[in-house]
């Protein structure tokens, strides 16, 4: 600030200055000999150009201080204010901590006393019980309640304390704020993914700004480098992208256990516009995708939806646009509790008449069953009609390049996944009564026979290597082929390496980056192969690293 003082006053001396150099100059011209080309006016003018920029620099660097001062002083109290509310919950919380501790010792106490008290007689008439409880609990707190079952737990801003089980490594990553770390920590743990998905709520109310964490670990949802159909190939994006969404969940886990205030205080206006601000830029690519390519499991899509709803910015955007994406994602077990939060129950049988006219049956069934809509779709009609119309389209049709087998083979296949989706419907929403399975099971063993028959009757049909002879000289040369050495060899590596067929407990959401022709609707006992499927509905692919 004294140096500040100091430019000022020499700047303001600079006029005096001046005026002193124009007398000095008046009187070297009174005692020159010979006329100087230079005038005292263009040296005024070049001096006071000089002062002018001067007073200009020195007035926009005095603004930029003032405001880095005033930067300084909001940071300053918001830290100070940050500081003293981490301060209070901590107090609070061990003070409430402390009075349930005390409670629950008090209460254990007098139990205690009173049922080791050997001449303990109740007055007569009494009985030992009182409404179904014994008298030992008699003496329990009315505000007892047992630590395990109280909310306060999963309240932040009113207490410091967060409970993980497993993985402390997780409250590390979210109180550093590291995104690029928590995604390479799922994809470290997901055999455990499940486990690690019921820690991470409580993990992220230990950060400093979970909303902002959750943001930052979106920015890697579309790389610039990959495009639309490259990325349903890529098994590494795809895992980052499942991981991006099951935050968003957690995060709407954590804010549902808070208060409003502290909602309001987690996802503040700044926070809603970086949110609003992601997810215009991911709407147009959604533009490019087709409602039939991903078979109702769109991670895009879902991804969309869920921003959405996490961070209540859904009134931003048109309401006919996201009803039509729902269908989309209609194969994702969020898709309902994803409807309901953005405002689309209403919206419901428009959408369940979208997927019956796209031979998504099974997918309308279970949301008719989930927005209590059977009145009106009956769900029974909607699955024999399923099969019906798979039957229809799936008809054999003898063309140039298809043999009358082949054909027959496709429409024993297709007939054999609708029939164990509509089984596992049923079985599903408990219509057993409605819709007897045993016919349909006993068709699922006829073409299961029919199939492994076709498939036995082809390994025999097969022309085997021919051998040479041992003792034929002339044919020598032929002994080069070593066709049955190589089949030696393949079954050996079969031995070694056996091929390994993957359970899938989770069968309500289909493949979620196979393309399936329409026809199919929701076929979910696919065959094999598409990648392991965990119980909470995530696809994580053996090949997901970071």
């Not at 501790?101 to 009494?126: F, L, Q």
């Not at 890529?234 to 409003?260: F, H, P, Q, V, Y």
Request: charged share 25%; aromatic share 6%; hydrophobic share 35%.
């Amino acid at each position: 600030m004294e140096d500040t003082q100091s430019v000022a006053t020499l700047m303001d001396s600079t006029t005096s200055k001046i005026q002193q150099l124009q007398k000095a100059f008046a009187e070297l011209e009174s005692h020159r000999a010979v006329t100087l080309n230079l005038k005292w006016k263009q040296l005024e003018e070049h001096f006071h150009g000089l002062e002018k920029s001067l007073k200009r620099r020195f007035t926009e660097l005095e603004d930029q201080e003032k405001e880095f001062e005033t930067k300084i002083v909001q940071s300053k109290k918001i830290l100070e204010n940050r500081q003293a509310a981490v301060i209070s919950s901590e107090k609070a919380s061990l003070e409430s901590l402390q009075e349930k501790r005390d409670a629950a010792v008090s209460a254990i106490t007098i139990a205690m006393e009173k049922h080791t008290k050997p001449n303990c007689v109740e007055p007569t008439g009494a009985t030992h019980e009182v409404q179904g409880e014994s008298f030992m609990f008699d003496a329990k707190p009315l505000d007892f309640i047992p630590l395990e079952n109280t909310e306060d737990n999963m309240k932040p801003f009113k207490n410091g304390v967060v409970e993980v089980k497993c993985y402390p490594d997780l409250v590390k990553l979210c109180q550093d704020m590291d995104s690029e770390g928590l995604h390479k920590f799922i994809s470290d743990n997901r055999k455990n993914l499940a486990a690690v998905r019921e820690e991470i709520p409580s993990a992220l109310r230990t950060a400093v700004d979970p909303a902002y964490l959750v943001l930052d670990s979106l920015k890697g949802f579309y790389p610039s480098e990959v495009s639309i159909s490259d990325a349903k190939k890529d098994a590494n994006l795809l895992g980052l992208r499942r991981t991006c969404i099951m935050l968003m969940e957690c995060l709407s886990i954590l804010l549902a256990t808070l208060e409003l205030d502290c909602i309001s205080s987690l996802i503040s206006t700044s926070v809603k516009g970086h949110a609003n601000a992601i997810a215009e830029k991911w709407k147009p690519k959604l533009d490019e995708l087709d409602i039939d390519a991903n078979n109702g499991n769109s991670l895009e899509a879902h991804a969309f939806l869920q921003l959405l709803a996490t961070f209540g910015i859904n009134s931003n955007f048109n309401q006919e646009d996201l009803y039509k994406l729902i269908p989309m994602v209609s194969r994702r077990r969020q898709t309902a509790d994803l409807c309901r939060s953005l405002g689309l129950s209403e919206r419901m049988p428009g959408v369940i008449d979208v997927l019956v006219n796209n031979g998504r049956h099974i997918d309308a069934v279970n949301l008719a069953f989930a927005f209590e809509l059977t009145d009106k779709f009956s769900p029974v009609s909607l699955l024999k009609s399923y099969l019906n119309e798979a039957s229809k389209v799936s008809s054999p049709v003898k063309s140039g390049n298809a043999s009358p087998t082949t054909a027959q083979n496709d429409v024993n296949e297709k007939q054999l996944t609708a029939l164990k989706a509509v089984i596992k419907c049923i079985e599903d929403h408990k219509l057993e009564a409605q819709y007897p399975m045993d016919p349909l099971q006993k068709r699922v063993l006829q073409l299961e026979k029919e199939k492994a028959d076709k498939k036995r009757a082809t390994e025999v049909a097969k022309p085997q290597p021919k051998r040479p002879r041992a003792n034929c000289i002339a044919n020598g040369a032929r002994v080069t082929n070593i066709a049955p050495d190589k089949n030696f060899y393949a079954s050996r590596m079969t031995d070694r390496y056996p091929q390994y067929i993957y359970d899938r407990p989770y069968a309500y959401p289909g493949p979620t980056d196979t393309h399936v022709p329409s026809f199919l609707g929701t076929a979910y006992n696919l065959p094999p192969g598409h990648g392991n499927f965990f119980g909470n509905g995530y696809h994580y692919q053996a090949t997901y690293l970071h």
